[in-house]
């Protein structure tokens, strides 16, 4: 199977259906619209698509030169394509797609690894999940899933213990660091347009936007890893290539790879070290389509991450802020959002805890063009923070409740220790989850807030969004405490009463400093 012409990338074509495509149609193919893949995958083939682009059309130099690549781009992919066709062959004997073609067991035995460990959602030996019981059954793969997991792979595996394999004679390591695109578990964010083509282009970064690149030396630019493979692990220009140059590390080799002709089964090592954002003792410049934001504690900058029960539209004034250069901010490609017009943003990010995957997430938000600048962007942060506030406000009341109700609660947080947290958080859960999902629904008013910033109508819509806010903290802590017997109205009354007061107080806050 060649990936150049062979079709196995899942896309949205313009009539609705859902057809594959090959890497030349994804350039050369006008009904395409968008990706149909989960949001590790999108991410993962978004940084191909983007590094063939910058492979054969050049880095633009500026925004002009940015502009003018947008006509003969698809030529210039569809050409370097065919120049490199035989690198995109997945089963290639000399040279197979992001494989080691020499790799060799470490062991007599010829340990090999199912294939079903490229994709985290399927169980594979110890590796259970929830809906998955094949793990214990040897599953053969199509070739176009083989390709899409295993690129995916190459860039969102987790670090750990891993076998050890040969290449070119020498034993892999037997731990193994993260891939490129989950330090922090970074959110990813890429501008969306009309068709899977214009929004590969915009989210090319011209060399203005890449100083912290810049910064490694004449050779940042480095060039895909297809074009400079490493014909081992002690291959010191290539690996460099492959790990610390922009192109290089956009297709990264993080694992030593080599399927089998059965589709089953693969031989699986460590691959290269990839230096990263996150790593203090090998930092490199952050990952475009992440966000970089600056702790108010310790003032240190660091990537914006997946925060498990946390929504994406939450942070998304951090996601927003136009960067320049290395400076804090989101994704690169926002520069290309035109002064006035609203912009669709998708945001991407898999959550991890050590070792293990937890989730994904991807959120799609129409952003008003008010939001860009800097009067609607505070204006949106603000909001959102008087909703954490009343989230906060509700958390503490049903605590109140709780110690009036049990009498032994203070005795247990005492007894937990260290994970006194987790319990308060177990507590709070349920009327949490029902006060965010109530605030959700009132999404499109806040949006409406944003874009009548400055009109007659703005305090209207801000005065009903945050009276929802307070509507929606009363009914959580009404429907997640019982009123039952005598003790329990008592604590409902006394929590009621101090949930009403401090979420008054805060909106009464707010409405001051605003005024002032």
């Known amino acids: 199977m060649n990936l150049v012409d062979d079709p196995w990338i899942p896309c949205i074509r313009k009539d609705g259906t859902i057809r594959p495509a090959s890497l030349r149609d994804c350039f050369a193919c006008g009904d395409i619209v968008d990706l149909a893949v ?58 197979p797609f992001l494989q080691v073609a020499d790799l060799r067991s470490a062991s007599k035995k010829g340990a090999q690894t199912p294939c079903g460990k490229l994709d985290f959602a399927l169980a594979s030996g110890n590796n259970s999940t929830l809906f998955d019981h094949a793990a214990l059954s040897e599953r053969s793969f199509s070739p176009e899933w083989l390709a899409l997991n295993l690129l995916t792979y190459q860039m969102f595996s987790l670090g750990g213990l891993i076998g050890s394999v040969s290449w070119n004679g020498k034993a892999t390591a037997g731990t193994s660091c993260d891939g490129p695109c989950v330090p922090g578990s970074m959110l990813h964010t890429f501008l969306r347009r009309g ?14 936007e890449l100083s ?4 490694l030396g004449g050779d940042w630019r480095g060039r895909p890893l297809w074009e400079r493979f490493p014909c081992g692990p002690d291959d010191g220009e290539a690996v460099r290539n492959a790990t610390e140059t922009f192109l290089g590390r956009m297709v ?62 939450r942070q998304l004034a951090a996601l927003t802020v136009r ?41 799609v938000f129409h952003v008003p063009a008010a939001m860009l600048r800097t009067e609607g962007h505070d204006l949106y ?34 007894l937990a220790g260290k994970d006194k947290a987790d319990v308060l958080a177990m507590l709070k859960a349920q009327a949490l989850r029902s006060y965010w999902t109530a605030v959700e629904t009132a999404l499109p008013q806040l949006w409406d807030m944003v874009r009548a910033l400055g009109s007659g109508e703005f305090a209207l819509l801000q005065q009903n969004w ?7 903290a009363e009914e959580a802590f009404f429907s997640s ?27 009464e806050r707010e409405e001051n400093r605003e005024e002032a």
């Open 212 to 215: 912290g690149y810049r910064r």
């Open 381 to 414: 942060e603000s909001e959102v923070e008087v909703a954490e506030k009343a989230a906060r406000d509700l958390g503490c009341a049903v605590e109140r409740y709780r110690q009036m109700v049990d009498g032994g609660w203070q005795g247990r947080l005492k």
């Open 252 to 313: 990264p080799l993080t694992r030593a790879v080599r399927l089998f002709s059965d589709r089953a089964f693969m031989l699986l090592g460590d691959g290269l070290s990839f230096p990263s954002f996150a790593n203090a003792r090998r930092p490199f410049p952050e990952e475009v389509s992440a966000t970089v934001v600056v702790s108010p504690k310790k003032n240190e900058r660091f990537l914006l991450g997946v925060q498990p029960g946390r929504a994406l539209w």
């Open 195 to 208: 068709s899977l083509f214009e929004s590969v282009h915009a989210n090319m970064i011209s060399e203005e």
């Open 466 to 472: 945050r009276r929802h806010v307070c509507r929606s």
């Open 38 to 95: 989960r949001p590790h995958e999108r991410v993962a083939l978004m940084r191909l698509l983007l590094c063939v682009s910058y492979a054969s059309a050049g880095i633009p130099e500026d925004y002009d030169a940015w502009e003018a690549m947008r006509e003969r781009l698809p030529q210039a992919a569809c050409a370097y394509l065919d120049a490199w066709r035989d690198s995109f062959e997945l089963f290639h004997p000399q040279k």
């Open 481 to 507: 405490c019982g009123r039952d017997t005598e003790r329990q109205m008592r604590a409902y009354v006394t929590g009621r009463r101090q949930l009403s007061g401090k979420l008054r107080r805060h909106v």
């Open 323 to 363: 960067r320049h250069g290395d400076d804090i901010g989101g994704c690169a490609a926002l520069v290309h959002c035109r002064e006035g017009q609203d912009a669709d943003l998708v945001v991407c990010g898999l959550a991890r805890r050590q070792a293990d995957v937890v989730d994904v997430v991807e959120s």
